[in-house]
Structure formats: C-alpha cells, structure tokens
C-alpha cells in the first residue's frame, strides 16, 4: 500500500486516514479544507467545519 506524502522539507508528513473519527454527514466526510486550526498546550487539536457547523476537538 502507498503512503500519500503532504509537506516539504522537515516538515513532510504521512497522510494518516483514519486517525481521527468524524461526523457522518455528506459535507463533513467530503469537505475539509480548514483555514483554522489550532493545538492546545494539552495536545488536543481543534478545527471548525463551517459546513455542518461544528467544533471538532480531536485528543492526541
């Protein structure tokens, strides 16, 4: 099985696709592209789906 590879340089990264459980809706499982996106001093990861919308808080 291929990886898929995002980034360049130090900081390139392995596409993980199953790494965080999502809302089952059309638009949050086809529509991710984020413009915010922030990790709190914990770790958690936070992102907003305007799509839905809904606050997503992901743990590490």
Do not use: C, K, L
Request: hydrophobic share 30%; proline share 7%.
């Amino acid at each position: 099985m291929n990886q898929m590879r995002i980034g360049s340089g130090s900081n390139t990264y392995e596409w993980q696709d199953s790494w965080a459980s999502i809302p089952e809706s059309e638009s949050a499982q086809t529509g991710w592209a984020h413009h915010g996106v922030t990790v709190t001093e914990s770790g958690q990861i936070i992102t907003y789906h305007p799509g839905d919308p809904t606050m997503m808080v992901f743990d590490p």
